[in-house]
Nanobody, 117 residues
Framework: QVQLVESGGGLVQPGGSLRLTCSAP????????MAWYRQTPGKQRELVAD????????YYVASVKGRFAISRDAAKNMVYLQMNSLNPEDTAVYYC??????????WGQGTQVTVSS
């Protein structure tokens, strides 16, 4: 299993932006779709966005379409989530993860995003 490390969270005012980063080391990184999830207390973890191994295809949950953008850097083994026009409903712990039964199929510590005035 590869240790995934998320960073970039913080406290931001409504309407603000943050860029999350996920470090995903390993030579197999480019093979797999990588995803960002988020979780708030008492709720199930929610898939926010994912991006194919080659980076050409992606998915966004309806609530973030047009505001968030997922990307990846093959050379750096990084996955990014650019979050714009943040609102309080985006407050959550954000995690990155790969597909089941792959080296990236595990949860890191996550990064806390808090949107509040």
């Amino acid at each position: 299993q590869v240790q995934l490390v998320e960073s970039g969270g913080g406290l931001v005012q409504p309407g603000g932006s943050l860029r999350l980063t996920c470090s995903a080391p390993g030579s197999l990184f480019n093979r797999y779709t990588m995803a960002w999830y988020r979780q708030t207390p008492g709720k199930q973890r929610e898939l926010v966005a994912d991006i194919s191994g080659a980076g050409w295809e992606n998915y966004y949950v309806a609530s973030v379409k047009g505001r968030f953008a997922i990307s990846r850097d093959a050379a750096k083994n990084m996955v990014y989530l650019q979050m714009n026009s943040l609102n309080p409903e985006d407050t959550a712990v954000y995690y990155c993860k790969g597909p089941p039964r792959t080296p990236y199929d595990n949860w890191g510590q996550g990064t806390q995003v808090t949107v509040s005035s």
